[in-house]
Structure formats: structure tokens, C-alpha cells
């Protein structure tokens, strides 16, 4: 099970933190990744993290403003989003395969997704 947190409401320039908590399994030969998808839009990937290695991947629309990392102890991934923008509301989930590549299909669990809005 993956549990999502950290979204919000934050205004255009701000800051969140998403966290993605998993229970029940182990990350360590997985890969965890953030996926967003906005109404009428189809699921995009925004980042991934190799959770062996600590590899990282990013969505060129998110290069230099989101950051990934991994917390081995809790089981626990972070995305710290800086200077959002308007066009980055949308769902946001976390989701666990064993594949980094930013690709719905390759991952099998999926938490429950958590709003991020940004206001202009």
C-alpha cells in the first residue's frame, strides 16, 4: 500500500513537499514515481527514484524545480515541488514498479493521489 500526502493550495512561485509512505512491501528493489494528471488530461510522469541506487528522473516540464529523494529507513519518498506554477495543479500519485521510466503501465501499486493546486 502507498499513501500520498503533502498537497495543497499554494500560490504561483510556492512551495510543497509530497510524501509517498509504503506498507506492507519493500522499496528496495523498486522504483517509486510521481505521476500528475489534470482534468481532461491523461497521466503524465513528473519523477522517479531508483530505490536501490538513488538514481533519479525527471520531467523536463519539472527539471530544476522538483526535487526526489528517498527516505530507506521509512520507506518514504519526497518530492519537494519549487516555483510552482499554475499548470502544474493537477492529481498528483505516487506509484511502485520496478521500472524508473516515467511510464504508467511498468508500475504496479499505486497510492491515492493528493491535489496540488497553484493559484496565479
Known amino acids: 500500500q502507498l499513501q500520498a500526502s503533502g498537497g495543497g493550495l499554494v500560490q504561483t512561485g510556492g512551495s510543497l513537499r509530497l510524501s509517498c509512505a509504503a506498507s506492507g512491501f519493500t522499496l528496495d528493489d523498486s522504483a517509486i514515481a510521481w505521476f500528475r494528471q489534470a482534468p481532461g488530461e491523461e497521466r503524465e510522469g513528473v519523477s522517479s527514484?531508483?530505490?536501490?541506487?538513488?538514481?533519479?528522473y525527471y520531467a523536463e516540464s519539472v527539471k530544476g524545480r522538483f526535487t526526489i529523494s528517498r527516505d530507506n529507513a521509512k520507506g518514504t519518498v519526497y518530492l519537494q515541488m519549487n516555483s510552482l506554477k499554475p499548470e502544474d495543479t493537477a492529481v498528483y500519485y505516487c506509484?511502485?514498479?520496478?521500472?524508473?521510466?516515467?511510464?504508467?503501465?511498468?508500475?504496479?501499486?499505486w497510492g491515492q493521489g493528493t491535489q496540488v493546486t497553484v493559484s496565479s
Open positions: 527514484i531508483d530505490f536501490s541506487d538513488g538514481s533519479t
Open positions: 506509484a511502485a514498479g520496478g521500472d524508473s521510466l516515467l511510464i504508467p503501465g511498468l508500475y504496479d501499486y
